[in-house]
């Protein structure tokens, strides 16, 4: 199996633009997912299939690829972004893909 | 609207079986071309794949639980349940379901809504 590699903390000023990325072998081969989680409440989903926004979320939210490197950027970031974002895609074991996760970014604005 | 509520308990006892339900309203699992799934997340860490299951039975696994792990869906109540045997301290986490959307016939794809979440601690 292989790892998916996150930033542990990514810090912005309000306004700016967050990028946070999501770094794997196997990512130009599988699709990624973002999510974002906050202490609480359920996780919502982002971003699918790389560069889909999912539905009901801003336009600010955004993903890209970039050969073994995902992103997923958040423009004009807000106090309200604040939270920890995981990025997911899959791994192969035992004949068939799995899911996997990246460790997480605590993204911090302020 | 998808509405995902989860039950159970929150503390279990080491060596015994957590279970926990996931009662979905707002879709039919029984009519959904979705996988439902469990996942979690230990206390500082992050998150982790339990498994997946379709209406009709077929489940996927994370190799690493699959020795302890049994999901299932009823159909009849629209339903997901979770049981994890021999649980060790090592398993206290925050679960999750949530309806695991696939592009083909099987996972992984994405997880587009999900459940609060249930702590589970696993305790004498």
């Known amino acids: 199996s292989y790892e998916l590699t996150q930033p542990s903390s990514v810090s912005v000023s309000p306004g700016q633009t967050a990028r946070i990325t999501c770094s794997g072998d196997d990512l130009p081969t599988h699709y990624t997912s973002w999510y974002q989680l906050k202490p609480g409440q359920a996780p919502v989903l982002l971003i699918f299939s790389d560069t889909e926004r999912a539905s009901g979320i801003p336009e600010r939210f955004s993903g890209s690829t970039s050969g073994t490197i995902v992103t997923l950027t958040i423009s004009a970031a807000q106090a309200a972004d604040e939270g920890d974002y995981y990025c997911q895609s899959s791994d192969r074991i035992e004949g068939y893909s799995h899911v996997i996760f990246g460790g997480g970014t605590r993204l911090t604005v302020l | 609207q998808l509405h995902l509520q989860q039950s159970g308990p929150g503390l279990v006892k080491p060596s015994e079986t957590l279970s926990l339900t996931c009662t979905v309203s707002?879709?039919?699992?029984?009519?959904?071309?979705?996988?439902w799934g469990w996942l979690r997340q230990p206390p500082g860490k992050g998150l982790e794949w339990i498994g997946s299951?379709?209406?009709?039975?077929?489940?996927y696994y994370n190799p690493s639980l699959k020795s302890r792990l049994t999901i299932s869906a009823d159909t009849s109540k629209n339903e997901l349940s979770l049981s994890l045997r021999s649980v060790t301290a090592a398993d206290t986490a925050i679960y999750y379901c949530?309806?695991?959307?696939?592009?083909?016939?099987?996972?992984?794809?994405?997880?587009?809504?999900w459940g609060h979440g249930t702590l589970v601690t696993v305790s004498s």
């Open positions: 299951t379709f209406n009709d039975g077929t489940t």
């Open positions: 707002g879709d039919s699992i029984s009519s959904s071309p979705s996988f």
């Open positions: 949530a309806r695991n959307v696939v592009m083909g016939t099987a996972p992984p794809g994405y997880f587009d809504s």
